[in-house]
């Protein structure tokens, strides 16, 4: 070969180096920019701080027997505050909808429990005493209502994400409303936003009217409520299923500032990666206690309070919970909720 065709070869080698140099920075430049667009949405929700095993509570007991399943439980808390962007006074509302969340990385499947709201339950330091499980989020914030669910139901949350009834308006207007199939005692409801009065049947929705959907409360009972918020929830991952790409991207730019949670933008990332090879068009759903107003042993009054539900079994009910979430059927709830139900027991009496 001549000195010619070498230098000829090695130009051409050091044009092609070049070339590929500048795709892998012209990548690098597009995925660090693609990064930092999406941690700019995401820093827009409100954030507390993350919290440790020990600060959540969460029992040894509980670790030891859940050790071998991949599911990340979340708890999801739907406030009933008026006005969410008031983050100060926001903090401390009741929490109206408390749900967990859990993610099975194994079956790629998501389960949604939801929690009686007016559970007689106790509520750690520094609070201290018993109260309604959605007192919790009222006296002490996210992290006491993840406390508490972690002390009565043996739970190892750690994460959470909250929203007020307020965004749910926003979210169903984004999507443009949905369809809810509606009873006639529940097309009759004199609400004054609801403003529906027809027989039963299916009805479009917009998000003020769901959001009075979703609060109806006086006929039937608050199991009935629950199921009513499950629904609203499935009918919204319906429209959303619909939304194309951009669309997805406008809806979740405009509700962000609603959110307030303590994931990291990379754990949302990254749990937003893997819900893409999950079954999202099926999502079972439970709610605790399963037998609804039958599994209530009594109604109490307590520190003015009213009502608050003293369960029939509160074993049974974690019980429940752990075979809904993990299918085990041999799950033993921890010393410190058999400790927990013997004190109410003995303060609010068996029958």
């Known amino acids: 070969m001549t000195n010619m065709n070498k230098r000829k070869?090695?130009?051409?080698?050091?044009?092609?180096l070049m070339i590929l140099g500048i795709l892998i920075a012209l990548i690098g430049?597009?995925?660090?920019s693609g990064n930092l667009y999406v941690d700019s949405l995401l820093n827009r929700t409100h954030r507390s701080k993350k919290l440790t095993e020990d600060e959540a509570m969460v029992n040894q007991e509980v670790k030891d027997q859940v050790k071998d399943h991949k599911i990340v439980n979340i708890a999801l808390f739907g406030s009933d505050n008026q006005e969410w962007n008031e983050w100060t006074d926001a903090e401390m509302q009741r929490s109206d909808?408390?749900?967990?969340?859990s993610l099975d990385f194994d079956t790629k499947t998501i389960k949604i429990t939801s929690l009686q709201r007016d559970t007689l339950v106790y509520l750690p330091e520094p609070y201290d005493d018993f109260d309604k499980l959605n007192h919790a989020h009222w006296r002490g914030g996210?992290?006491?209502a993840i406390q508490t669910i972690n002390l009565n139901f043996d739970m190892d949350i750690t994460q959470y994400v909250g929203f007020s009834f307020e965004a749910t308006v926003q979210l169903v207007d984004l999507v443009g409303g949905i369809d809810l199939y509606l009873t006639a005692e529940e097309?009759?409801?004199k609400i004054r936003d609801l403003q529906i009065d027809g027989d039963d049947g299916v009805y479009h929705l917009n998000g003020q009217q769901v959001k009075e959907y979703c609060r109806i409360?006086?006929?039937?009972d608050d199991f009935h409520r629950m199921k009513r918020q499950n629904t609203v929830i499935m009918a919204l991952i319906t429209e959303l299923r619909t939304k194309n790409f951009w669309e997805l991207?406008?809806?979740?730019e405009e509700m962000l500032p609603w959110i307030e949670t303590n994931l990291t933008n990379d754990q949302i990332k990254n749990y937003i990666m893997n819900l893409l090879t999950f079954d999202l068009k099926h999502i079972d759903q439970y709610q605790s206690p399963a037998e609804g107003m039958e599994a209530i042993l009594k109604t109490v009054e307590y520190n003015d309070f009213s009502p608050l539900y003293v369960m029939k079994d509160y074993q049974k009910m974690v019980k429940d919970i752990h075979f809904n979430i993990y299918e085990d059927n041999n799950y033993q709830p921890s010393q410190k909720?058999?400790?927990i139900e013997k004190a109410i027991y003995e303060k609010f009496g068996e029958s």
Not at 97 to 101: D, E, G, L, S, V
Not at 217 to 220: H, P, S, Y
Request: glycine share 0%.
């Open 337 to 339: 909720v058999i400790d």
């Open 217 to 220: 409360r006086t006929i039937d």
């Open 142 to 144: 996210p992290e006491m």
């Open 9 to 16: 070869k090695k130009n051409k080698t050091k044009l092609l």
């Open 249 to 252: 991207m406008d809806i979740v």
């Open 97 to 101: 909808a408390t749900k967990i969340i």
């Open 187 to 189: 097309t009759h409801q």
């Open 29 to 32: 430049t597009i995925a660090i």
